[in-house]
Antibody
Framework: EVQLVQSGAEVKKPGESLRISCKGS????????ISWVRQMPGKGLEWMGR????????NYSPSFQGHVTISADKSISTAYLQWSSLKASDTAMYYC????????????WGQGTLVTVSS | SYVLTQPPSVSVAPGKTARITCGGN??????VHWYQQKPGQAPVLVIY???DRPSGIPERFSGSNSGNTATLTISRVEAGDEADYYC???????????FGGGTKLTVL
């Protein structure tokens, strides 16, 4: 069974750094891209960027380029999303999602990680 | 960048047919995928490649795509279909993926 299990909810202060994780299981982790998707409170889905776990190639949405870093450790089948300096506007639910074989859509999603940034 | 436009809300009575549109410039030349998201849950794929259904998705869900509009159609709507629905495309030239703004389906 394919599963994406994300790390738990986080409460952080503005300016702090953070890395959240997404562990894949039940499939060959290096064979499928992983994307991160943001959902701000009461709002829609926003694609942030993706990584190819086989070679760590990344591609970011222009809206998120330079604001976050996506990485992966294929030895432990885990993808990461990290911030170096959080802002209150980063408060949101973050989902990881596994691409289909063709890459064009998501057929598996993580359960989401709620990040709250507040002073 | 490519923009996908969805109506914010659609309302339908139980047993009737709901149609949720997704507009985009020449979207008929792209593959459109649809997700259902219920409150407090992660999205679920309901239609891929315009009209294909993943296993486990009822036949009541169907999709079409032509010209400047893609449509998700839900037949014989049930109370359990009440959710937010998002269309999505992947622009292979930029390797960027985008979602529509989402449509809240209300079952009256």
């Amino acid at each position: 069974e394919v599963q994406l299990v994300q790390s738990g909810a986080e409460v952080k202060k503005p300016g702090e750094s953070l890395r959240i994780s997404c562990k894949g299981s039940g499939y060959s982790f290096t064979s499928y891209w992983i994307s991160w998707v943001r959902q701000m409170p009461g709002k829609g889905l926003e694609w942030m960027g993706r990584i190819d776990p086989s070679d760590s190639y990344t591609n970011y949405s222009p809206s998120f380029q330079g604001h976050v870093t996506i990485s992966a450790d294929k030895s432990i089948s885990t993808a990461y999303l990290q911030w170096s300096s959080l802002k209150a506007s980063d408060t949101a639910m973050y989902y990881c999602a596994r691409h289909s074989g063709s890459g064009s859509y998501f057929n598996y999603w993580g359960q989401g990680t709620l990040v709250t940034v507040s002073s | 960048s490519y923009v996908l436009t969805q109506p914010p809300s659609v309302s339908v009575a139980p047993g009737k047919t709901a149609r949720i549109t997704c507009g985009g410039n020449n979207i008929g030349s792209k593959s459109v995928h649809w997700y259902q998201q219920k409150p407090g849950q992660a999205p679920v794929l309901v239609i891929y490649y315009d009209s294909d259904r993943p296993s486990g998705i009822p036949e009541r869900f169907s999709g079409s795509n032509s010209g400047n509009t893609a449509t998700l159609t839900i037949s014989r709507v049930e109370a359990g279909d009440e959710a937010d629905y998002y269309c999505q495309v992947w622009d292979s030239s930029s390797d960027h993926l985008m979602f529509g703004g989402g449509t809240k389906l209300t079952v009256l």
